[in-house]
């Protein structure tokens, strides 16, 4: 039978939750998750907090480009109600639950971690490009160094793993905290690594679900060469079987209720040759008009 992956919460359990709010990251814990996601951006007054998008626009009540704000005018939004936005409160509604509206900064989700009483890995995604450049890294140092899990003493290791698309980012984390396990997140594979290597110091592979849905093999090549296997975004029954199948290691999904729930129940067929065939001329066919 094949190995259970390791279920991460993408942005928290973000299917049914606004996105990196302290809410969606209780969910997934208590849901069972074995880790949770989390992006980070950097202030203009020099916190790092969790939000993926460049602009604010998607999933708060404010506009404008995060960089360019303080905290102060960040925690002034509304960062919940875009995802159910029919749900108008009446007068005599009591006020917003705060962990579903306020922006989360990494340290308030550093503390849930620390605090939430079992084993809990978070991997946090470095955005880049951006005005800060190493400023980023350099911060998320400083804040994973209160919790003393930056650098982690000889034979332990840090819950914190460091992901980013980009080669500079995780490089500059090998400089500054050389004991953290780093992620290279891969939309493709660059050809000098489809043979399952990767960059020098980098501890994992994180291709996306549709590189091994075409090209399942590279699991076992990245395997060969003593590298976890991470992948990217995995929501549907079909992908969560698939990723077990094939060994991956850890499955970041936006629905970890859902992957807990499949990974419980008996292992379906794994794929055969026919069908892993049947998967890749699917994702090429171009999509039907209607």
């Known amino acids: 039978m094949a190995k259970r992956p390791s279920v991460v919460a993408h942005r928290g359990a973000s299917e049914v939750s606004p996105e990196h709010t302290l809410a969606a ?67 005599e509604a009591e006020l917003p639950d705060p962990d579903l509206t306020k922006v989360l900064t990494l340290e308030r989700l550093l503390e849930t971690v620390h605090d939430s009483g079992r084993p809990l890995e978070l991997a946090i995604e470095t955005k880049h490009p951006t005005r800060y450049a190493g400023l980023v890294e350099r911060r998320l140092i400083e804040a994973l160094d209160r919790f003393g899990w930056a650098h982690p003493r000889i034979g332990s290791e840090s819950p914190v793993r460091v992901m980013s698309f980009s080669w500079l980012s995780l490089r500059r984390m090998r400089v500054l905290a050389p004991g953290l396990r780093t992620v290279l997140l891969m939309d493709r594979v660059p050809l000098r690594f489809r043979d399952g290597s990767l960059p020098t110091g980098v501890s994992y592979a994180g291709p996306s679900i549709e590189i091994v849905t ?8 990245a395997h060969k060469h003593g590298h976890q296997v991470h992948v990217w975004t995995v929501n549907t029954e079909q992908d969560i079987r698939h990723c077990q199948a ?45």
């Open 246 to 290: 094939i060994g991956v290691d850890a499955l970041i999904s936006d629905h970890p209720e859902l992957a807990i729930q499949t990974l419980a129940h008996p292992t379906a067929e794994p794929p055969t040759p026919l069908s892993i065939r049947r998967r890749k001329l699917a994702l090429r066919r171009p999509p039907q008009a209607g």
């Open 25 to 91: 990251y209780r969910r997934a814990v208590e849901a069972g998750a074995d880790g949770l996601e989390c992006d980070v951006r950097l202030t203009a007054d020099g916190h790092l907090v969790c939000v993926h998008d460049r602009r604010i626009d998607r999933t708060s009540s404010g506009r404008g480009v995060l960089s360019t704000m303080s905290l102060e005018e960040l925690d002034s939004f509304d960062w919940g109600s875009w995802k159910n936005p029919w749900a108008d409160l009446d007068d």
């Open 214 to 221: 075409a090209h399942p093999e590279y699991v076992d090549r």
